[in-house]
């Protein structure tokens, strides 16, 4: 049976009636009987994870475990959040998981594919001498997305840009698309300048990458929920200073970015997992007007990972809420009715 909600509808503001036919939505009146789910309220295109790596190990040695990676899905979409994406996960997500019909839409990008000219790396990362070509083969391989290491270590000299640039021109040739991992200045910058489609974190991101992130349509993913903790909790060293001083022009650069025209995206990057909401308040709180910063965890990311939003036609993902969460951010923790895929989960 069909199912039928009638409430605001976001961003636009208008109430009407829609309908979910399977996992496509119609505001054309079905024939046949309709279940109404959701009365009232205001209706949001479901939540979006942009940065999110489920299914590691605890440990200083983790690896990939499809229990793991079940359970914090599940609870990525328990919170209403019914598309990720993964920048980076430690193994593939087994079809059963991908395919399940309560399962959050994903978007891989395969691994953390690190040069191995960077003086450091993580354990988690895949350490490779053609950066190149394994960005074009995990772009290949998983959703149209490679995930590189533009830098690791901070201090650090980065990822040459003459290679990031080569990347990107790799990956765009295949029709795909490059999300760096960057929190050096010089990485940020190398990044910005080659044209990378998402640069993560930023932290210490020079001022001249706002303009070259426009031009270049570049959308910046700043994680703010990893790095308040991160920043937070460090010593007061000349290291931990550096990362307090980036991560205060991160929150400067989020409202110049969003200003200069530039796409600003929720990730979250840490747990608890189904947190997005936090990374909405963090936005907020960084200076990005409310509405965009809903959007950065909804009908914005969707249509950066090409899922659209409450239009005929579309994706039946629709988290349902008593308040407009524009007002009230808040109210984004306590989603009155989730339908994925067409199925109510709550
Ligand atoms: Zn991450």
């Given at each position: 049976m069909a199912l039928h909600l009638r409430g605001t509808l976001l961003p636009g503001g208008t109430p009407r009636d829609l309908w979910l036919l399977g996992d496509r939505i119609t505001f054309d009146r079905p024939s046949g009987a309709a279940d109404t789910v959701a009365d009232g309220g205001f209706l949001l295109p479901g939540l979006v994870d942009v940065h999110t790596h489920p299914g590691a190990t605890e440990g200083d040695d983790p690896v990939f475990d499809t229990e793991v990676f079940a359970e914090q899905i599940a609870a990525h979409r328990d919170a209403g959040t019914t598309a990720l994406r993964f920048p980076?996960?430690?193994?593939?997500?087994?079809?059963?998981l991908r395919d399940a019909p309560d399962a959050p839409r994903m978007i891989t990008a395969g691994r953390w594919l690190a040069w191995a000219g960077l003086s450091q790396s993580a354990g988690f990362h895949t350490v490779t001498d053609d950066l190149v070509a394994a960005a074009v083969a995990e772009a290949k391989a998983h959703d149209g997305w490679c995930k590189i290491m533009g830098d690791w270590d901070f201090e650090a000299e980065p990822v040459p840009y003459e290679m990031v640039r080569t990347v990107v021109e790799a990956v765009h040739?295949?029709?795909?698309?490059?999300?760096?991992?960057?929190?050096?200045?010089?990485?940020?910058?190398?990044?910005?300048?080659?044209?990378?489609?998402?640069?993560?974190?930023?932290m210490g991101m020079p001022e001249q990458c706002i303009g070259l992130m426009a031009e270049h349509g570049t959308s910046y993913v700043p994680?703010?929920?990893?790095?308040?903790?991160f920043a937070a909790n460090?010593?007061?060293?000349?290291?931990g200073t550096l990362i307090r001083d980036g991560y205060r022009t991160m929150i400067r650069r989020v409202r110049e970015a969003h200003d200069a025209g530039v796409t600003v995206l929720a990730g979250t990057d840490s747990a608890p997992y189904g947190n997005v909401a936090t990374e909405v308040e963090h936005l907020i709180a960084a200076g990005l007007p409310p509405e965009a910063a809903v959007g950065a965890a909804s009908w914005t990311a969707r249509e950066f990972l090409g899922l659209g939003g409450l239009v005929e036609g579309g994706f039946a993902d629709v988290t349902v809420y008593d308040a407009d969460p524009r007002l009230e951010p808040g109210v984004l923790r306590h989603p009155r009715r989730i339908v994925l895929r067409g199925r109510v989960i709550r």
């Open positions: 980076g996960l430690l193994g593939e997500v087994p079809a059963s040739a295949a029709g795909a698309r490059v999300a760096a991992h960057c929190q050096s200045a010089a990485g940020v910058l190398g990044a910005a300048r080659a044209g990378v489609d998402s640069i993560e974190h930023g994680t703010l929920t990893a790095f308040a903790d460090v010593k007061s060293t000349p290291r």
